[in-house]
Nanobody, 123 residues
Framework: QVQLVESGGGSVQAGGSVRLSCVVS????????MAWFRQAPGKEREGVAY???????RYTDSVRGRFTTSRDDVKNTLYLQMNNVRPEDAAIYYC?????????????????WGQGTQVTVSS
């Protein structure tokens, strides 16, 4: 059974940093498109970043230059390093696993999802 388990969320001060992890079981992070999404209260889920099987990375405009996604193929784990965090980054962050053939920030491309980890930003 495919499982994605996020961790690393919590409270962070504005301007601070936090790293999220997503440990994946029974599905290869290196062979597939992997992504981070987030959902803030009252807002739709939005794509934050992805890494393709070929290690191409893309970011939504609001986080580019501040967030970095990466993966550890040995640990089969996806990461999201969040720097210079802003109050508007507060949300539940989800990791998602897709397929090798298509990669993007469209949630319909992803088959498996984690349960989410909450990031709270204090100013």
């Amino acid at each position: 059974q495919v499982q994605l388990v996020e961790s690393g969320g919590g409270s962070v001060q504005a301007g601070g940093s936090v790293r999220l992890s997503c440990v994946v079981s029974m599905y290869s992070v290196s062979d597939n498109c992997m992504a981070w999404f987030r959902q803030a209260p009252g807002k739709e889920r939005e794509g934050v970043a992805y890494v393709s099987s070929g290690y191409t990375t893309r970011y939504t405009d609001s986080v580019r230059g501040r967030f970095t996604t990466s993966r550890d193929d040995v640990k089969n784990t996806l990461y999201l390093q969040m720097n210079n965090v802003r109050p508007e980054d507060a949300a539940i962050y989800y990791c998602a696993a897709g397929s090798p053939s298509r990669c993007g920030l469209d949630s319909s491309l992803f088959h498996f999802w984690g349960q989410g980890t909450q990031v709270t930003v204090s100013s």
